[in-house]
């Protein structure tokens, strides 16, 4: 293994503390590279009752989430792997949106999710979602109880799992040979390639790449047969994969993009994406310490997890940075672990709006600046920390 980035130690990114001076576990952030399976990986992986004891991670309901449903429904359903009418089955279907859109397009749909909280508000919006981990005997059951699924989809959890071989041995139990299996995750070409060194945090184990997904199929005797890129948080990639037959097609795209990551994430590149990490980390420090030396108010936007290593990988704390932004309700009144700063809704922000806000949330950036500015407030400034530190 080779050592890409030491982010220090830092507790649990989503583990929002309930008073400011709660008392806080800190674990090892180091970011691998295994030459062996082509993957990037935390060197320590914590367990899930650390991670998701109290989950607070709500899917926004974000107009950039919405047009991806609608991308992902469109490109799924064009090229033939999702047929109308189908079954769809969503592993960490968090509250549950993706599916409630494609319940409105006529799917049958059902939701397994790990965190009971998340679950009941699913199922308090309609959606049938079943709380538990995917593996191999919640996936018999499923299948007993449900039918065979046509589409598996795991949007953003499948590196979630310090054991994905657990989840890809489920998914080869549940589906048969003509259903697909969509696996969407943050694309390790963006993060390295846009120094999105944020993307680093306890829940993120795994940063995949089309190589290192080929490598973990192959063990469960399926395949990629498709890929596509999308701009959402940050840059992610879909990965479409199915039970090995040999009369399947394999998407071009497949290879190219292999290719282009054998030529990219190399050992130069890694130096590059820890040196560029180290750069932000000292633009940002002199930044926020001179707009506030000059009595400037800042505020971060979004109580994001990545926000969360930005602060504490950057050092800035509540002495920095009066409030954090966030528009959902059950962080409100929390404070960020480390930096203990408070979480205000996005109403209170906009009654006394800041100087600046730093944007934590960069990746629903034009988003959260149109609407800041359709509240009406005209006076503050973004401070976009990724992919280098620059003020809009
Ligand atoms: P995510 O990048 O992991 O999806 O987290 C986004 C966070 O930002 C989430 O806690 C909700 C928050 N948010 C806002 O506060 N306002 C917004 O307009 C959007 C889109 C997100």
């Not at 090229?79 to 109308?84: D, E, I, K, T, V």
């Not at 950057?314 to 920095?320: A, H, K, N, P």
């Amino acid at each position: 293994m080779r050592t890409v980035l030491d982010l220090g130690v830092s507790p649990p990114a989503n583990s929002l503390l309930d008073r400011p001076d709660e008392p806080q576990n800190c674990f090892p952030l180091v970011l691998e590279h295994c030459p062996r399976c082509a993957n990037l990986q935390l060197r320590d992986c914590l367990d899930a009752t650390e991670l998701y004891g109290n989950y607070l991670y709500v899917t926004p309901d974000s107009r950039v989430l919405q047009e991806h449903y609608e991308q992902l429904h469109q490109y799924l359903t064009a090229r033939g792997y999702l047929a109308p009418h189908g079954f769809v089955l969503e592993v960490g279907s968090n509250v549950g949106l993706l599916l409630q859109y494609l319940q409105r397009k006529g799917f049958k749909v059902l939701g397994i999710d790990a965190a009971a909280n998340i679950c009941r508000m699913a199922r308090d919006a309609g959606v049938n979602t079943i709380c538990e981990f995917l593996g191999v005997t919640s996936a018999r059951a499923i299948r007993d109880t449900y039918g065979m699924p046509d589409l598996l989809i795991a949007r953003h959890c499948l590196a979630h799992n310090a054991d994905p071989h657990a989840m890809i041995a489920a998914a080869a139990e549940l589906l048969d040979k003509s259903a697909h299996l969509v696996i969407e995750n943050a694309y390790a070409l963006n993060t390295v390639e846009n120094n999105e060194f944020d993307q680093i945090y306890h829940e993120h184990m795994f940063y995949y790449s089309v190589r290192s997904m080929q490598t973990l199929l192959a063990s469960h005797g399926m395949h990629l047969v498709d890929v596509f890129l999308t701009p959402v948080h940050g840059g992610s990639i879909v990965f479409i994969a199915k039970r090995k037959s040999p009369d399947d097609h394999i998407a071009p795209e497949v290879e190219s993009l292999a290719v282009r990551e054998d030529q990219a994430l190399t050992a130069t590149a890694f130096e590059r994406f820890a040196a560029n990490a180290a750069g932000i980390r000292r633009s940002l420090r002199t930044l926020i310490t001179e707009l506030t030396s000059r009595g400037h108010d800042i505020y971060t936007y979004g109580a994001t997890a990545k926000g969360n290593t930005l602060l504490n990988y950057v050092g800035l704390t509540r002495e920095d940075i009066r409030y954090c932004v966030d528009s959902t309700t059950i962080k409100q009144g929390k404070y960020l672990p480390q930096s203990r700063i408070e979480i205000i809704s996005e109403e209170s922000a906009y009654a006394r709006a800041p100087d600046y806000f730093l944007l934590t949330a960069w990746n629903y950036k034009e988003e959260i600046i149109a609407k800041v500015r359709q509240a009406g407030n005209r006076r503050s400034r973004f401070i976009l920390p990724i992919p280098s530190v620059h003020i809009v």
